[in-house]
């Protein structure tokens, strides 16, 4: 029974990776735009997806992962839903950007190494530069930004945005 | 619509400038201002029009081509948002909340009075000066703008709005009354440079690819701002995304490209929207397109989004990325306007140098001339941060001194800090000092002082910066950058990071600077590409104006900015101490030690300064002392 499922789930990933595909014409100079949107479906880049991709552009698979894993942008683990980045560029690091880091992390119960939360509800990621310098130390929250933040402020954003998603993972899977 | 000439395109601008406009409100929907409530300060201007009926006065120009109440691209000044802007007036509103616009609806809008409390305010000798107009205000008052001449003007999702500032009129000149070689003339003539950081001649790479015989060419804007500390591209796409459209459109006339990628950073998605609906527009309008008022000139565009790596900044890791591979640099030559995109010729412009090109084509090159130095003519923006009082986005004639930038438009140091010192240019630029205050900015006088203009990230540091620190910073942005194609970045930047690492723990010595320099020369001598070449100037400038900081790390264990860590040290007072061992059971090290009814001690040696015992410590015993320069011990 779990076997067909698992079957089933996949069969069900090629399906959208296929709409994909097709959009771009197979052409193997959009394979940054492909992985973009896979990961926009999955959250993530699934290993299977990556060689079935390599397969339908007719370049090899290390080709493919080659890609995948130069860009900071994608992942090969599962991410969580909601992103947190949290600025760690010039203006924001000599305005105490590694405080903020901590706070969120801390709030989130992850320790320094940890990236995502075992529910897999949140992926905290520091980025060079998010553009909001004029507001530092800045983060952005999915698409959302948020700045001048000092502890204080920061605790108060996760708390809620935790309040927002208790029960969430159900909500989650059900997406 | 759609434009199929050029006098089509006149009569429909003069038309849009004939209509009259009473009272126009620009609301600042740059993310600054977004993100301290603008949203909510547009909303409540909305409902207040509704219910005041100031239609006769607002609302009935609203729903003609020139909106009365517009959400605007950014106005530089991000510190005091949220912006609001009356024209015609001028009058500049700052920390706008959404119950001050009651009284801007009642008393500036029916009763034509200004809201005092609501403008600038600037203190000088225990006087305090009031500025209502934005052209009064002192972060202004220094500034001229050629890019950023709409961003914060126009609503950068109309482009009618566009329009009425004789938006694609340069473009229609171009196609219709200039040679190609005209073209390449005037922005020659105009000494334009490159505003991405090299400087290089904007005319000069264009006829490179005039030159380039091939059927196909392609026009590359690069909008990869990956340097941290700098947003100035991304004010320009999203506050002003045609000037970027109309500048691609040109340049391809000029040396005969009909193709072009706008290629834009991941972490931009709102310059990303703003560019495509621009696109379409300009599409629906037939400004881009297929034969161009009505002549043979076709011209369209695709944006391409980057997927997060700082090297596809370089222009030819930036084609390798557009063509769908990992973003490694290659050599040169080829160069790209020989052999660009996928082999054929192509030009990679900047965000910046493109949106100059209509206005040089509309005012013409001597105008442009009048404004910068004789080798950097022209304005740059700078994005504004750190720990300066006016953060934000500014504008300013190349020449202006770097004391003028940052004290008179940029407002001085922020809590009346002393000044330390200023990056310019990002990672790849480098540390400047007091001493440096009175440089002008451009691009050969940053160069031989040993930064670079960079594309125009300036962070100001006060005392409270760790120089040393800083370059450690840096150099560990540049080693995660690096692609690990060329041996010396790839290597040389890791044994780098190695050597500043140790020094801000406290654990180098005096052959490890000998080391760091050398490896720094190594590095910025032999790499393949921008990247490398660059990532050691933040060391070598800070090594040659802060060489003091350095020795003092190295050699007293002192940081004077009290930033780094390993440069602190927790002793327990033995008057407070009870001796509860809390301490002791939560050192990580285990190098507290003691017994009962004895204060406490910590072994220095071993104390890896975690701050475990200082914050278990119930009676506030363990105390941090920073260690200054004539310690002991």
């Given amino acids: 029974m779990e076997m067909e499922n698992q079957e089933l789930t996949l069969s069900r990933q090629f399906e959208k990776v296929n709409a994909i595909l097709e959009k771009h014409d197979r052409n193997e100079s959009h394979l940054i735009s492909i992985l973009q949107e896979i990961q926009a479906d999955y959250r993530y880049l699934p290993e299977e997806i990556l060689t079935y991709v390599a397969t339908a552009l007719g370049v090899s698979p290390a080709y493919v992962y080659g890609v995948a894993t130069f860009y900071a942008q994608f992942s090969l683990k599962p991410k969580g839903k909601h992103m947190i980045r949290v600025c760690d560029g010039t203006a924001c690091h000599v305005k105490g950007s590694i405080n903020v880091l901590k706070t969120v992390k801390e709030q989130l119960g992850l320790k320094e190494n940890e990236e995502t939360t075992p529910d897999l509800l949140f992926t905290v990621e520091t980025v060079a530069c998010i553009g909001a310098c004029a507001l530092a130390p800045a983060m952005m929250i999915d698409e959302e930004v948020y700045g001048m933040l000092n502890e204080e402020k920061t605790r108060e954003i996760i708390e809620g945005l935790i309040e927002e998603n208790k029960g969430g993972m159900v909500h989650a899977i059900q997406d | ?633």
């Fill in chain 2, 1 to 633: 619509m759609p434009f199929k000439t050029k006098e089509e395109l006149e009569n429909h601008i003069q038309e849009l400038k004939r209509e009259p406009v009473t009272a126009q409100i620009l609301v600042c929907g740059g993310l600054g201002c977004l993100a301290k409530g603008a949203d909510a300060v547009y909303k409540r201007f909305q409902e207040l029009i509704e219910k005041n009926q100031l239609s006769a006065t607002v609302k009935k120009t609203a729903d003609n081509h020139q909106p009365s109440l517009k959400e605007t691209g950014c106005m530089g000044l991000c510190e005091a948002g949220p912006l609001v802007r009356i024209e015609p007036k001028g009058i500049l509103y700052l920390r706008v909340k959404p119950e001050d616009v009651d009284r801007i609806v009642e008393e500036t809008l029916k009763n034509n009075q200004v809201v005092d409390d609501l403008v600038y305010q600037e203190e000088t000798n225990q006087e305090i000066r009031k500025w209502p107009l934005m052209k009064d205000v002192p972060f202004y008052r220094k500034q001229m703008k050629i890019v950023l001449r709409n961003c914060g003007s126009i609503d950068p999702e109309k482009l009618d709005d566009y329009l009425a500032h004789d938006g694609y009129l340069a473009f229609a000149k171009v196609v219709t009354t200039m040679s190609p070689d005209d073209v390449i003339g005037e922005i020659l003539k105009s000494g334009l440079r490159g505003r991405g950081g090299g400087g290089f001649p904007t005319g000069r790479k264009w006829q490179f690819a005039r030159l380039s015989k091939s059927e196909r060419k392609f026009i590359v804007c690069n909008g990869d701002e990956g340097d941290p500390g700098a947003f100035m591209d991304r004010s320009v796409m999203e506050g002003d995304p045609h000037t970027v459209i109309e500048g691609m459109a040109i340049a391809g006339y000029a040396f005969g490209a009909q193709e072009g990628y706008i290629y834009v950073r991941a972490e931009y998605p709102l310059a990303v929207k703003r560019l495509k609906k621009a696109i379409t527009d300009a599409r629906k309008a037939g400004l881009i397109g297929k034969n161009l008022f009505g002549t043979s000139f076709s011209f369209d565009l695709t944006i391409k989004e980057g997927a997060g790596a700082f090297v596809c900044g370089e222009e030819t890791a930036l084609l390798a990325s557009i063509e769908g591979k990992r973003g490694m640099p290659n050599p040169r030559p080829p160069f790209p306007a020989n052999k660009g995109l996928w082999g054929y010729p192509t030009v990679i412009n900047n965000v910046e140098t493109l949106a100059n090109v209509p206005y040089i084509i509309l005012k013409g090159a001597d105008w442009f001339r009048s404004f910068g130095t004789v080798t950097s003519p022209g304005t740059k923006t700078f994005a504004l941060s750190g720990k300066i009082r006016n953060t934000g986005l500014a504008e300013v004639p190349m020449g202006i001194s770097l004391r003028e930038l940052i004290f008179d438009v940029g407002g001085g140091i922020q809590n009346n800090r002393k000044f330390k010192a200023v990056q310019i240019g990002g990672p790849s630029g480098g540390c400047l000092t007091e001493q440096h205050l009175d440089l002008t900015v451009d691009y050969d006088s940053l160069c031989a002082a040993g930064a670079i203009m960079g594309s125009g990230g300036l962070v100001t540091m006060d005392e409270d910066t760790c120089i040393v620190e800083l370059a450690r910073y840096f150099l560990n942005f540049t080693q995660n950058e690096s692609c690990g194609k060329c041996v010396p970045c790839r290597e040389g930047t890791k044994h780098m990071l190695n050597i500043l690492q140790k020094i801000v723990d406290g654990r180098a010595n005096g052959e490890d600077l000998d080391l760091l320099i050398e490896t720094a020369e190594v590095v910025r001598d032999a790499s393949l590409c921008g990247l490398g070449k660059t990532a050691p100037n933040p060391v070598l400038t800070t090594l040659r104006y802060f060489k003091d900081e350095y020795l003092d790390h190295v050699y007293n264990h002192v940081c004077v900015a009290h930033v780094c860590n390993a440069m602190k040290e927790y002793r327990i007072d033995p008057e407070k101490c009870r001796a509860c061992g809390k301490c002791a059971r939560v050192c990580p090290v285990k190098c507290i030690s003691g017994r009962p009814k004895v204060p406490y001690i910590i072994d220095q040696e071993a104390c890896i300064k975690c701050g475990s015992c200082f914050e278990a410590c119930p009676f506030d015993a363990v105390l941090v002392e920073w260690r200054s320069k004539n310690h002991e011990s």
